[in-house]
């Protein structure tokens, strides 16, 4: 092995441990990421990134070269991706188009540039996709947004969610180590009694308020829906279940000490909750939605107020 190969290799193998401190932090991202290495080589990514160039992630390693992968544009002029870093400092560039096998994509790329001992090693490269954004500014982005978009408590509706719920099934057995997720259910407890008590609207007002609880309480790449009547939906992306449980019952208390004030009416509610994760070679949706169900109903058997697991 030549000396420039191992000073090389040497390079990636820093680059990947100043990347460490950012991993979990990557993991939560929406955007895709790139960690790329002095040498324009690709050292890890994440899904998105390789569906943004519509590869999968074994094959984008293996190939290396990330100059080799797509084109970059700023307008009209053809630009090479290491001319549009400043190894100096962290950067936001605004509308670069990518192309990738003949298809455009409108980008902005951040870099966070990693050194050791004032040598550049790499850079961490966030990509994120405007594309769809952009046309739907100009042609759907409010009717699709209203379609996905539950009325009352504006969370996701069932539809959303189950989009979100396949499209991150097939990520799962694309690459397993990197796309588990778990599926929460969720059920007010004795939610009839409260309209029957104080009121329709009043049920309404609980509902909203629910909805607020729990998305003020998890990370914006969380995906919180509601599923229908008094049953809301959670996705958890790149979350197991043991954590999926300790999260859910840090909702379960924050609902539990929640007082809602309609009409100078003061609500008490409790939810109970059925947890599950993606597991095995052949998880589908629709079974998965069948475990958190079976668990939602074991926790109200168990009396209610409970996260129970399946």
Do not use: W
């Not at 607020?212 to 279940?241: A, H, M």
């Not at 009416?265 to 095995?280: D, L, P, R, W």
């Not at 949706?285 to 107020?305: I, P």
């Amino acid at each position: 092995m030549s000396i420039t190969k191992k000073i090389l290799i040497n390079h990636h193998d820093k680059l990947l441990e100043a990347f460490s401190g950012y991993r979990d932090f990557c993991r939560i991202l929406t955007d895709g990421y790139a960690l790329i290495a002095s040498d324009m080589t690709l050292i890890d990514c994440n899904q998105e990134f390789c569906r943004m160039l519509e590869g999968k992630k074994k094959r984008l390693l293996k190939e290396g070269q990330v100059s080799n992968m797509f084109e970059v544009f700023l307008g009209e002029k053809q630009v090479a991706l290491e001319d549009l870093l400043d190894i100096n400092k962290p950067q936001r560039v605004d509308q670069v188009t990518m192309c990738v096998n003949g298809n455009k994509l409108l980008v902005v790329i951040s870099y966070f540039p990693f050194f050791d001992n004032g040598i550049y090693l790499g850079s961490l490269a966030i990509f994120r996709n405007m594309t769809d954004e952009s046309i739907l500014q100009y042609k759907y982005k409010d009717k699709y947004l209203e379609a996905m978009t539950d009325p009352l408590t504006e969370l996701k509706n069932r539809s959303y969610f189950m989009q979100e719920l396949e499209r991150l099934t097939e990520l799962y057995f694309e690459d397993k180590q990197n796309n588990y997720f778990s599926v929460v259910l969720l059920d007010i407890d004795y939610f009839k009694k409260v309209n029957d008590t104080y009121g329709h609207q009043a049920g309404d007002a609980v509902l909203v308020e629910v909805a607020k609880s729990l998305r003020k309480n998890v990370f914006e790449s969380d995906i919180v829906g509601r599923y229908g009547g008094e049953e809301f939906v959670i996705l958890f992306p790149n979350v197991n279940l043991n954590d999926a449980m300790r999260i859910c019952e840090r909702l379960r208390r924050k609902l539990e000490s929640k007082t809602i004030t309609h009409d100078s009416k003061k609500i008490k509610i409790t939810a109970s909750f059925g947890v599950t994760q993606i597991s095995g070679n052949s998880d589908k949706a629709n079974l998965m939605l069948e475990r958190a169900d079976t668990a939602l109903y074991e926790a109200k058997d168990a009396g209610r107020n409970q996260v129970k697991s399946k």
